[in-house]
């Protein structure tokens, strides 16, 4: 069985990449069954930088391909912050629920024209013998003023898609996975892994 190794683990952003990967015949792994590899310092400036210092620290350990990934929600009103600290936007224990609060707060008052946002995912994938490759994907929208569905994760309950009058945490994950900027990145990954697999 082939096998892909994800750099993290996070079992939504597993779940979301597993989905993508589901008709490409991949066994898709995370760090939880690689406890040697250990907490990876993610010190990087760039989401690019993070995807690629995870996917190496992970095909280093392991000998096999690995996937990184790197998400930022980028809001113009904010200067482009959180960006690459999203994950950590209210503190470097902070859970989801922590960040939406703090966006939200900084977003108080801020009218609708002034609200747009981007999310941007960069994968990195490493395999041995092989350069490795990055790709970004990006996703257009909104910051509404206060959060709505339960699904998803991190700011998604937060992100209107322009175009779209579902936030990513109403959709089914078949349908954000067409239009998420994770599911784009992975559609432009995806003829590097099919080359690689094949």
Do not use: W
């Amino acid at each position: 069985m082939k096998q892909l190794v994800i750099a993290t683990h996070n079992p939504d952003k597993a779940r979301e990449i597993s989905a993508l990967l589901v008709d490409q015949g991949v066994e898709v792994l995370t760090l939880d069954a690689y406890p040697q590899v250990g907490h990876i310092v993610e010190d990087a400036e760039t989401l690019e930088g993070n995807a690629l210092l995870k996917a190496q620290a992970v095909a280093r350990a392991t000998g096999l391909p690995s996937l990184g990934d790197d998400t930022g929600l980028e809001v113009g009103y904010l200067n482009g912050d959180p960006g690459v600290y999203s994950s950590r936007y209210s503190g470097e224990h902070a859970t989801y629920a922590d960040n939406v609060a703090k966006l939200t707060r900084e977003m108080k008052g801020v009218p609708e024209r002034r609200r747009a946002a981007r999310f941007r995912c960069v994968l990195a994938f490493v395999a041995p013998g092989r350069d490795p490759v990055t790709v970004e994907g990006i996703c257009r929208g909104t910051i509404l003023e206060k959060p709505r569905g339960n699904g998803g994760f991190g700011y998604d309950p937060l992100f209107l898609p322009l175009g779209y009058r579902q936030t990513l945490a109403e959709m089914e994950m078949s349908v954000k996975n067409t239009l998420s900027h994770r599911g784009r990145a992975m559609q432009n990954m995806l003829p590097h892994l099919k080359e690689y697999y094949k």
